[in-house]
Nanobody
Framework: QVQLVESGGGSVQAGGSLRLSCEASGSTFVNGCMGWFRQAPGKEREGVAA????????YYADSWKGRATLSQDNAKNTVYLQLNNLKPEDTAMYYCATRDGKCTYSWQARRHYTFWGQGTQVTVSA
């Protein structure tokens, strides 16, 4: 079992920034994938970014390239998602998820992830 806890969400004005954290505990995957997703009310959950847990590769959704940056602190078992130039349409619940195996081209497929956190709310006002 892997437990994931997100934090760092909040309310910001358009153009602002937030750094989200996802702390993992339990039987974490040495060669796994950690993904970030978001879900706005009435919409499907969609991928934001993902990182191989060995830190070799990162992946970003097209709408987030240049605005999101992934990093990780292995000593803390924590992955960070820096979000910049936030827009009102970025308002959503943000989730992290993990699975065994590298992220690869399928990183945006929700069904491939085994464990999910409870989410952290991001609200962006105009």
């Amino acid at each position: 079992q892997v437990q994931l806890v997100e934090s760092g969400g909040g309310s910001v004005q358009a153009g602002g920034s937030l750094r989200l954290s996802c702390e993992a505990s339990g039987s974490t995957f040495v060669n796994g994938c950690m993904g970030w997703f978001r879900q706005a009310p009435g919409k499907e959950r969609e991928g934001v970014a993902a990182i191989d847990t060995d830190g070799v590769n990162t992946y970003y959704a097209d709408s987030w390239k240049g605005r999101a940056t992934l990093s990780q602190d292995n000593a803390k078992n924590t992955v960070y998602l820096q979000l910049n130039n936030l827009k009102p349409e970025d308002t959503a619940m943000y989730y992290c998820a993990t699975r065994d195996g590298k992220c690869t081209y399928s990183w945006q497929a929700r069904r491939h992830y085994t464990f999910w956190g409870q989410g952290t709310q991001v609200t962006v006002s105009a």
